[in-house]
Nanobody
Framework: QVQLVESGGGLVQAGGSRRLSCVASGEYRNLQQMYWYRQKPGNQRELIASLTLSRVTNYAADVKGRFTIDSDFQNTVYLQMDRVRPEDTALYSC??????????????WGQGTQVTVSS
């Protein structure tokens, strides 16, 4: 089994920056694909950034150019948030596809970290 723990959330002023981390622990061969989601109050969870093993990234339109997803491809996924806006306030969660010791791909979710942007 693999556990994911996010950190780095908190209160940040509009225009500022925040770096979120998602650390994986447990038995696996490597991180295969990585995703960051967010859920705003009253809304459904939405995918905002993804990163593949071949370093291909994709971003939702409203974060593109401001947020950056990266990873060491060992156990940590990052989300660098720059020029944040009040509408970025949300619970941020990571999802990671790993290759388990038997060679199977499996997905795991973290519990999330709250980011609140003040105006």
């Amino acid at each position: 089994q693999v556990q994911l723990v996010e950190s780095g959330g908190g209160l940040v002023q509009a225009g500022g920056s925040r770096r979120l981390s998602c650390v994986a622990s447990g038995e696996y061969r490597n991180l295969q694909q990585m995703y960051w989601y967010r859920q705003k109050p009253g809304n459904q969870r939405e995918l905002i950034a993804s990163l593949t093993l071949s370093r291909v990234t994709n971003y939702a339109a409203d974060v593109k150019g401001r947020f950056t997803i990266d990873s060491d491809f060992q156990n940590t996924v990052y989300l660098q948030m720059d020029r944040v806006r009040p509408e970025d306030t949300a619970l941020y969660s990571c999802r990671v596809m790993i290759i388990d010791p038997e060679g199977y791909a499996k997905n795991f979710w973290g519990q999330g970290t709250q980011v609140t942007v003040s105006s």
